[in-house]
């Protein structure tokens, strides 16, 4: 049986694991393009890259094929950076309320 996501069945093992590589393949650079051009941080730049991929593999089914697949990509990796920047933004709220704010006081004798 050949894939055929009209019919809503899943490839065999074998064929999804070539269909995945073959995505990735086709997609990897562009997607670390995407992110080097909006997060500074390579090590981010790789986990957001990982996580698009991530996605993508579990919902194989919904990619499509072809030249559609790299927008569907790009769809994704927008979203997840959408939701890494929330995660860093929440970070840094609770980083500023649990340092101590220290006032300055004046010197003594001044």
């Known amino acids: 049986m050949t894939y055929s996501p009209e019919h809503g069945h899943d490839p065999p093992g074998d064929e999804r694991l070539a269909r995945f590589e073959e995505l990735f393949s086709a997609c990897y650079d562009h997607l670390v393009a995407y992110h080097l051009r909006r997060v500074t941080n390579r090590d981010d730049v790789d986990d957001l890259v990982a996580e698009t991929f991530l996605v993508a593999w579990r919902r194989l089914d919904d ?13 994704v990796a ?33």
């Open 63 to 75: 990619v499509p094929a072809g030249p559609n697949a790299l927008p569907w990509l790009y769809a």
């Open 78 to 110: 927008r979203r997840t950076l959408a939701n890494h920047r929330r995660r860093e933004d929440r970070r840094s709220a609770l980083t500023e309320q649990r340092t101590p704010r220290h006032r300055a006081r004046p010197l003594e004798g001044s």
